[in-house]
């Protein structure tokens, strides 16, 4: 089963520009098992730059909150699992809509800040 692509952030020249946005960076975020549900899941942000080139040595951790408040935040650090792909494994406490925050920074220092909607996490 292929992963489900949560989203794809290319190339930001064109986008509201702010310190956490680099532009020619993509940014693409994967989960499964898929659909999600509640328990143990795998999410994978894949770095890259302009060309397509994959951005290694990047330093990027997830932080996962349900979407309405009152919730602890779920926090993991990823490893880099192959050139530019960093994999984390999380846990969705309770079903409903949660956003996963993708933030960290690239071997260059330059930030990385992107917001991830997961909607309709299921019932383990």
């Known amino acids: 089963m292929r992963p489900w692509l949560l989203a794809v952030v290319v190339l930001l020249a064109g986008c509201r520009t702010d310190s956490t946005q680099l532009p020619g960076i993509t940014v693409a975020c994967t989960i499964s098992p898929q659909p999600p549900r509640v328990g143990n899941a795998?999410?994978?942000?894949?770095?890259?730059?302009?060309?397509?080139?994959?951005?290694?040595?990047?330093?990027?951790?997830?932080?996962?909150?349900?979407?309405?408040?009152?919730?602890?935040?779920?926090?993991?650090r990823t490893g880099e699992s192959a050139p530019g792909s960093y994999v984390?494994?999380?846990?969705?406490?309770?079903?409903?809509?949660?956003?996963?925050?993708?933030?960290?920074?690239?071997?260059?220092?330059?930030?990385?800040?992107?917001?991830?909607?997961?909607?309709?996490?299921?019932?383990?």
């Open 42 to 76: 795998t999410v994978t942000v894949t770095l890259s730059d302009r060309a397509a080139k994959p951005l290694t040595g990047a330093l990027v951790k997830l932080e996962a909150d349900m979407a309405h408040p009152g919730m602890a935040p779920v926090l993991v």
């Open 88 to 124: 984390g494994h999380l846990e969705f406490t309770m079903a409903g809509d949660w956003v996963i925050l993708v933030q960290g920074a690239l071997a260059t220092g330059q930030k990385i800040d992107r917001q991830v909607d997961v909607k309709g996490v299921l019932p383990g």
